[in-house]
């Protein structure tokens, strides 16, 4: 998630500081909000991957 926030605020001219888990340096110090942990808690709610994307990308065979 820290990387949509960070996407999101550099899109509007921000410079991503103040955004949780992002260490930035803008003025030559080190800024370093507080480290948290966004997991989902239901792992259920996600989709299934669509193998037809990446089938036959990596050459497998069978030994």
Known sequence: MAL???CNDLE???DGTGINNIWAKPDGEITRPPMVSSFL????????PDKELY???????SV
């Open 4 to 6: 949509l926030e960070l």
């Open 12 to 14: 509007c001219g921000g």
């Open 41 to 48: 808690q239901d792992l259920d709610s996600l989709p299934f």
């Open 55 to 61: 089938a036959g990308a990596t050459p497998s065979r």
